[in-house]
T-cell receptor
Framework: AAGVIQSPRHLIKEKRETATLKCYPI?????VYWYQQGPGQDPQFLIS???????DKGSIPDRFSAQQFSDYHSELNMSSLELGDSALYFC????????????????FGPGTRLTVL | GQNIDQPTEMTATEGAIVQINCTYQ??????LFWYQQHAGEAPTFLSY????GLEEKGRFSSFLSRSKGYSYLLLKELQMKDSASYLC???????????FGTGTRLLVSP
């Protein structure tokens, strides 16, 4: 079965640089979520999109922005990177409308490990 | 706000049974999820509870008491590959996002 695809898997940047993380949800999933997981921490919700519109916003810094495109893939743009931005960034997707499962469970991608030097 | 608590670490022996508890205090509730996460990997879905009671899926069972703000994940016939972190996550009312607990690191020894 198709899974959530994230690219790149690893990214190394310097302070004050910019980074773009990409997420390709499972086909027919209409909702995409972004989470940040620091070392030894639980995943923290950043932002989500439903049918290409922002549906919820969490603890996402103003330096970060995200969008979902017409093909449902999503990109997380990060500017003025700081050392504290080093983390695993997970994208997850779910089928919210007309879901076969009432769980609306989120399926997570493999993550992008961002290291800021 | 949301507050979700789990024990930080647990150890158990191969073949044994272990129960991982989760307590939550949320401003709304629209379901509780358990995820398994191996180090450096993505969380994978284990179970979902929205009504009180026990849900069983093979070696894994999850229980929910909404009035007590309490859930547990029960793992039976433990295997070495069950060594991982187990994340309790609540979906607040009206939102789809998940609010994760601190996670419980389970170590299964021979």
């Amino acid at each position: 079965a198709a899974g959530v695809i994230q690219s790149p898997r690893h990214l190394i940047k310097e302070k004050r640089e910019t980074a773009t993380l990409k997420c390709y949800p499972i086909p027919r999933h209409d909702t995409v979520y972004w989470y940040q997981q620091g070392p030894g921490q639980d995943p923290q919700f950043l932002i989500s999109f439903y049918e290409k519109m922002q549906s919820d916003k969490g603890s996402i810094p103003d330096r970060f922005s995200a969008q979902q495109f017409s093909d449902y893939h999503s990109e997380l743009n990060m500017s003025s990177l700081e050392l504290g931005d080093s983390a695993l960034y997970f994208c997850a997707s779910s089928q919210t409308s007309g879901a076969a499962s009432s769980y609306n469970e989120q399926f997570f991608g493999p993550g992008t490990r961002l290291t800021v030097l | 706000g949301q507050n979700i608590d789990q024990p930080t670490e647990m150890t158990a022996t191969e073949g044994a049974i272990v129960q991982i508890n989760c307590t939550y205090q949320t401003s709304g509730f629209n379901g509780l999820f358990w995820y398994q996460q191996h180090a450096g990997e993505a969380p994978t879905f284990l179970s979902y509870n929205v009504l009180d009671g026990l849900e069983e899926k093979g070696r894994f069972s999850s229980f929910l008491s909404r009035s007590k703000g309490y859930s547990y994940l029960l793992l039976k016939e433990l295997q070495m590959k069950d060594s991982a972190s187990y994340l309790c996550a609540v979906r607040p009312t009206g939102f789809q996002k998940l609010v994760f607990g601190t996670g419980t690191r389970l170590l299964v020894s021979p």
